[in-house]
């Protein structure tokens, strides 16, 4: 039980309220630490209860320890609009029986209505980083007393570039005595041990679970396509034949996520569409009618990969393959949240093959085949494979070069960072995360 935190009653009450039943894994591991006023780095997988880990130890400290000179006392910086939103929510929702008062800060809406906010001198700020430090630019000082600095989603804010962003907010959160606390997938993330080591001061690293490890409540299937047209008539047929509450389908682009949207509301499924073109409003918009309960299907990109909070959602189709397994793992962390079963189901076309196989192996998982009967199409995979999935290829005949190199050094590779001979710069390796390597051709 939630008691045995020592939480203050205004907590207790409304942890009551919202029928909190029992700590989940993170919650029992982080609170106590965050209590204890150390700075914690957690590792815990989407959907495993991690935001009530950190916020109800910042409102505990807030409301025990006050400071009613101050400006806000208290930041969470989060990657996208969608999660600063729910986060929003789930904060208001906790101090609903205090006097603390809490803001969202993102991009999307008008800067001088958010500057009145800050006027407003709310204790807790939700903010993403961009737009926050566009204010921080204009009003010296802004963040100088935030007594904790909360970190969520931090591989993810790294994954949109927003690293150097971070690290220029935290370093004008200068209170003496400020406690930070980061939440991640993963912590291995590259650029994540600078953050670490910059950020938070002798953490306490807690890992709940891995998220690569297998996600027990979703089954994870995949069905062979040939081309688009294909895929959409095995998605008419999965959401036919699948039983759901609602719908995720994820797609690669903007135009593929409206052309979609517009393929469904032709089959009379009551679909919606998110995308980064969107304006907040509009996309504020879809996600209150899918909270709702007002919409069977939402077509996205990976905008709404992060952040989306829904309960009903049971079913995740990823119509186009993830570019990596990070991305993979943030999609169908969408289903199967809080112990309930969710079913994730890719299509894949001869193009994907090598990337579903490397998503595979970087999550250690092997997704289970599928077919619609009387919609099997002609790609049925790869004839003859390897060991690690991919298809086996004919090698290339090596061409004969006759011209000598004019020295020694002409005929060696270049390294990182040389321009190989034809004046173009080395090629980079690909990052482990699951995305499928490819090889240059030649001459490139």
């Given at each position: 039980m939630f008691t045995q935190f020592n939480l203050q009653a205004p907590l207790l009450k409304a942890i009551e309220k919202l029928g909190f039943n029992k700590p989940t894994p993170v919650q029992e591991q982080a609170i106590p630490a965050a209590l204890d006023k150390q700075d914690i780095?957690?590792?815990?997988?989407?959907?495993?209860?991690?935001?009530?880990?950190?916020?109800?130890?910042?409102?505990?400290?807030?409301?025990?320890?006050t400071a009613p000179n101050s400006k806000t006392r208290a930041l969470v910086l989060v990657p996208t609009r969608e999660l600063a939103r729910q986060l929003l929510k789930q904060c208001e929702a906790l101090a609903k029986f205090s006097n603390i008062q809490v803001a969202a800060i993102t991009g999307g809406q008008e800067f001088k209505f958010q500057a009145a906010l800050f006027r407003k001198n709310p204790e807790i700020?939700?903010?993403?980083p961009g737009r926050l430090l566009e204010h921080m630019g204009k009003n010296e000082g802004l963040m100088e007393d935030v007594e904790v600095l909360v970190l969520d989603e931090a591989d993810r804010m790294l994954d949109m570039g927003f690293s150097e962003d971070v690290l220029n907010i935290a370093g004008q959160c200068s209170h003496p005595k400020r406690q930070t606390m980061?939440?991640?997938?993963?912590?291995?993330?590259?650029?994540?041990?600078?953050i670490i080591d910059t950020v938070l001061n002798d953490p306490k690293n807690i890992l709940v679970d891995d998220f690569k490890g297998e996600h027990d409540s979703i089954e994870q299937e995949v069905m062979l396509a040939d081309d688009d047209k294909h895929k959409q008539r095995l998605l008419t047929w999965l959401l036919a034949n699948k039983t759901y509450r609602q719908a995720i389908i994820f797609v690669n682009t903007k135009v593929k996520a409206d052309s979609l949207y517009h393929f469904l509301g032709y089959h009379d499924i009551n679909a919606a569409v998110l995308q980064g073109d969107m304006s907040q409003d509009e996309r504020n918009h879809v996600m209150v009618r899918m909270q709702q309960k007002g919409i069977d299907v939402l077509v996205a990109t990976d905008v709404a990969a992060r952040g989306l909070d829904v309960k009903q959602i049971d079913l995740v189709v990823n119509f186009d393959m993830p570019r990596s397994g990070d991305d993979y793992v943030h999609r169908i962390g969408r289903t199967g949240r809080a112990g309930e079963q969710g079913v994730a189901v890719s299509l894949v076309d001869h193009t994907e093959w090598n990337l579903k196989c490397a998503i595979e192996r970087y999550l250690r998982i092997e997704m289970t085949q599928k077919k619609a009967k009387g919609l099997e199409g002609q790609y049925k995979g790869p004839k003859k494979m390897k060991s690690n999935g991919k298809p086996v290829g004919k090698?290339?005949?090596?061409?004969?070069?006759?011209?000598?190199?004019?020295?020694k050094k002409a005929g060696k590779k270049p390294t990182m960072g040389q321009?190989?001979?034809?004046?173009?710069?080395?090629?980079?390796?690909?990052?482990?995360?699951?995305?499928?390597?490819?090889?240059?051709?030649?001459?490139e």
């Open positions: 780095m957690v590792c815990a997988q989407t959907g495993s209860g991690k935001s009530a880990a950190f916020l109800l130890p910042m409102l505990q400290h807030l409301l025990t320890q700020i939700i903010a993403t980061l939440f991640s997938a993963t912590l291995k993330q590259r650029g994540m041990k600078h090698k290339p005949a090596k061409k004969k070069d006759n011209k000598k190199p004019a020295n321009k190989a001979s034809n004046g173009k710069p080395a090629s980079k390796p690909r990052l482990g995360d699951g995305s499928a390597p490819f090889k240059p051709k030649r001459g």
